[in-house]
């Protein structure tokens, strides 16, 4: 049964940082590119950055770039999220997230989330 687990959330003041984590289970992580998503009050879910399987190819949604950084440690079956100067507007629950292909289906699965409060 593949399990996604985040921690790492908090409230933290505008400039500052946090450190995401998620500890996969139950698949083969090192298989599989993994994904932060992140839904705001009153938005969408949206995807935040992606990792592919040896970590050889990052990308990034333009409002991050150059301020967060998506990591893994396939021997820990971990993946990371680093966020530095962080902004009111980064606010929102953080979701990892991994898409499978098995047998033909395409198998989507969440962690329960996260919360990264961004305020004064």
């Known amino acids: 049964q593949v399990q996604l687990v985040e921690s790492g959330g908090g409230l933290v003041q505008p400039g500052g940082f946090l450190r995401l984590s998620c500890v996969a289970s139950g698949f083969t992580f090192s298989r599989y590119a993994m994904s932060w998503y992140r839904q705001g009050p009153g938005k969408e879910r949206e995807l935040v950055a992606t990792?592919?399987?040896?970590?050889?190819?990052?990308i990034y949604v333009d409002s991050v770039k150059g301020r967060f950084t998506i990591s893994r440690d396939n021997a820990k079956n971990t993946v990371y999220l680093q966020m530095n100067s962080l902004k009111p507007e980064d606010t929102a629950v953080y979701y990892c997230n991994t898409l499978q292909f098995v047998s033909g289906s395409k198998l989507n699965y969440w962690g329960q989330g996260t919360q990264v409060t961004v305020s004064s």
């Open positions: 990792i592919t399987s040896a970590g050889g190819s990052i």
